[in-house]
């Protein structure tokens, strides 16, 4: 089995989610080939992890601020992944971005699993033709995320208020309860 897991925030993020999420995995599927991919020096970090296979750095470059620019380089990545043939791509990711390359590969037939953009490839590419996509529609992720994991609907709340996840970390309440990650990892 060969597993990919997308989460292109910054470092500490990288950190807190990705990290464990790998961890996760890796339990969960000893045997299987798990690669990342991710943003700039995250990238570095994890590759320093024992668990991981292959790291697919993200760099700036790639993922210039403008949507226009940006747009046909996550459709360069979506080609370069989909030759990788992965079995399952998990993308944890919560961003614009990194949710329309979700898309774009759920698109192209590949197995995706968590966060990807709610509007097919066809429709975003109209939308963005005839200006009817506001900046506010990929400014505000519960508008465009549409997601496997059953939970994640709890993201877009303010989960810090309610008494059960009073003493979650964002880290803990994001995997465990958003992503349904049950396992705890110690990324000590």
């Known amino acids: 089995m060969k597993i990919l897991l997308l989460r292109m925030m910054g470092l500490g993020d990288v950190a807190s989610i990705l990290l464990p999420?790998?961890?996760?995995?890796?339990q969960r599927y000893p045997d299987a080939e798990l690669d990342v991919m991710t943003f700039n020096v995250g990238a570095e970090l994890m590759g320093l992890m024992p668990e991981i296979d292959k790291v697919h750095m993200v760099t700036s470059e790639q993922w210039p601020s403008e949507m226009q620019e940006a747009l046909p380089r996550f459709i360069d990545l979506a080609e370069y992944l989909a030759y990788e043939e992965y079995d399952q791509i998990i993308n944890l990711d919560t961003w614009f971005m990194p949710c329309v390359l979700a898309r774009c590969l759920k698109d192209m037939g590949l197995p995706i699993a968590g966060n990807y953009l709610q509007m097919s490839m066809q429709e975003l590419f109209s939308s963005l033709l005839t200006f009817e996509i506001q900046q506010s529609y990929v400014q505000q992720p519960w508008q465009?995320?549409?997601s496997t994991f059953p939970n994640m609907a709890?993201?877009?709340e303010r989960w810090w208020d309610k008494p059960e996840y009073a003493e979650m970390a964002y880290p803990q309440?994001?995997?465990n309860q958003c992503c349904q990650f049950p396992e705890t990892i110690d990324i000590s």
């Open 154 to 156: 709890q993201w877009f």
């Open 173 to 175: 309440f994001y995997l």
């Open 21 to 26: 999420a790998a961890k996760i995995m890796r």
């Open 144 to 146: 465009y995320i549409e």
